[in-house]
């Protein structure tokens, strides 16, 4: 809830949001802003395998899944990415 309220609040142009977070989780969350704020890129980061973050991504309608395992690199390179493709 509190990622939804700074969002809101903040009007970031990107939001990175971990699958797992307490009271909602990242792809209730994810759902709710892009439903509330359409043009907010987001980024999902999980534990999960890239197979079901390529179904949850199409799903909610997040622009990118990232898996944990991949490190740093691969978020900076994916933030990056998602932010070109937007402009």
Do not use: C, H, W, Y
């Amino acid at each position: 809830m509190e990622a939804i309220d700074k969002a809101k609040k903040l009007q970031p142009e990107l939001i990175l949001l971990d699958l797992s977070m307490p009271v909602l989780g990242g792809a209730e969350a994810a759902s709710i802003l892009k439903k509330t704020m359409p043009k907010i890129l987001i980024v999902l980061f999980t534990m999960q395998t890239n197979k079901i973050g390529r179904a949850l991504a199409s799903a909610i309608g997040v622009d990118a899944v990232l898996s944990k395992p991949d490190g740093v690199r691969q978020i900076v390179e994916t933030v990056n990415a998602v932010l070109a493709t937007a402009q």
